[in-house]
Structure formats: C-alpha cells, structure tokens
C-alpha cells in the first residue's frame, strides 16, 4: 500500500497564502504523476492541478496564474503554493498520486484531506 499525508491547510483570509504539502510512503516503486483534487461542500471533488515525475503540470482554469504545484521526486512529496486565495476556493484538498507498488501494480491513491477555509 501507498500512503498520502497532507499537511498545510487552514484558514486564511481572501487574498491571502497558503501552502500545503503531501508526502508519500509505503510500498511504492515509482509515481507517475501526483496532483491535488478539492471538494467543496456539497459540490463533486475537481481537480486543481497535477504534476508528472517529468515536472509536466496541469492546472484547473480557476487556479491558473494564482496556484503553483511543485514535487520532489527524491522525496515523494508534492506541494500545492495558493496566491490571491478567494473564498471560493474553500474546500477539503485532497492530495492523489498515481503509483506502482513494488508488486507492479498500479493505481490511484488518495490522502485524507486538508481543510482549507478563504474568509471574505
């Protein structure tokens, strides 16, 4: 199994900064890609942005140019930097990562999520 731990999340007033960070563990052989998702209340969980091990990133329209995701691969461990954070923004981040275990076989992995809160 692969783990995901999150950390970072908070509360934070619109305009203002946030990073979070996962790292992940266990019984991993590679990871292929790692991103995070969000979830607001009531809403289906979206992606926000992704990041292959080449350094290749994905971002959602609503975060382009505000949002900025990043990996060390030596550590398994990706990073979301938030800029000009709105409130609705607000919502669990979730951190993904798509890996093979040392069995070679693969599949999506999902953290627990971290809450980030945007006051108006």
């Known amino acids: 199994q692969v783990q995901l731990v999150e950390s970072g999340g908070g509360l934070v007033q619109a305009g203002g900064s946030l990073r979070v960070s996962c790292a992940a563990s266990?019984?991993?052989?590679?990871?292929?890609?790692m991103g995070w998702y969000r979830q607001a209340l009531g809403k289906e969980r979206e992606l926000v942005a992704t990041?292959?091990?080449?350094?290749?990133?994905n971002y959602a329209d609503s975060v382009k140019g505000r949002f900025t995701i990043s990996r060390n691969n030596a550590k398994d461990t990706v990073y979301l930097q938030m800029d000009s954070l709105k409130p609705e923004d607000t919502a669990v981040y979730y951190c993904?990562?798509?890996?093979?275990?040392?069995?070679?076989?693969?599949?999506?992995?999902w953290g627990q999520g971290t809450q980030v809160t945007v006051s108006s």
């Open positions: 993904n990562a798509f890996a093979y275990s040392r069995s070679y076989t693969s599949k999506d992995y």
């Open positions: 266990g019984n991993i052989f590679r990871i292929i890609r």
């Open positions: 990041i292959t091990s080449g350094g290749a990133t």
